[in-house]
């Protein structure tokens, strides 16, 4: 066996809740999605939850994006330090079991991390992520559905570069449908 991939997909059943969470939420379905995640945003190596604010923020006001902030399953850090950064209309998965937390990144239409596990999880759901890293971490490859944005630190990894990244992977992630043919 070559393939060293997980063979992990969200029970129907899930994704369906999910879908039922974006709709209650005032999804019109059809739109961007994008996942917000960092697991500890007290940690001072991860990227600031303030950054992760202001690109959710970006997103929602230039990509019409719905954004959703999620926590690490059973854990409210993150929604609660981010709350105040996010644009109306953002989604709070706090707390959330792991099966809902894989069934909202297997949704996302872009997952923005600084947590090298939910990058590669994203990967193996085929779902474009965008990763922040720093130089002593042991990043993945990048490909076209998984770009990594490296600094020193990880603090000093700019909002403009993680927005350029994420518009970009965004933009091409959405081309292939505009010339298919039904």
Request: aromatic share 6%; glycine share 6%.
């Amino acid at each position: 066996m070559d393939d060293a991939r997980l063979a992990i997909t969200p029970p129907v059943e899930e994704d369906a809740r999910f879908e039922h969470r974006l709709a209650s939420s005032g999804s019109r379905g059809g739109e961007l999605i994008v996942l917000l995640y960092a697991s500890n945003p007290e940690n001072r190596h991860g990227w600031p939850v303030e950054a992760f604010g202001e690109i959710g923020r970006r997103l929602a006001n230039n990509f019409n994006a719905r954004i959703i902030a999620a926590d690490e399953p059973s854990d409210y850090a993150f929604t609660g330090a981010v709350g105040a950064w996010l644009p109306p209309g953002s989604i709070k998965l706090a707390q959330p079991r792991a099966i809902e937390l894989l069934a909202a990144i297997a949704r996302a239409s872009i997952v923005i991390t600084d947590e090298q596990a939910i990058a590669q999880i994203a990967s193996e759901l085929s779902t474009p992520v965008m990763e922040i890293a720093d130089t002593i971490s042991t990043a993945a490859a990048s490909s076209t559905t998984h770009r990594i944005a490296q600094g020193s630190s990880r603090r000093r990894v700019s909002t403009d570069e993680v927005y350029e990244i994420a518009g970009q992977m965004i933009q091409e992630s959405r081309s292939p449908s505009l010339f298919q043919r039904p």
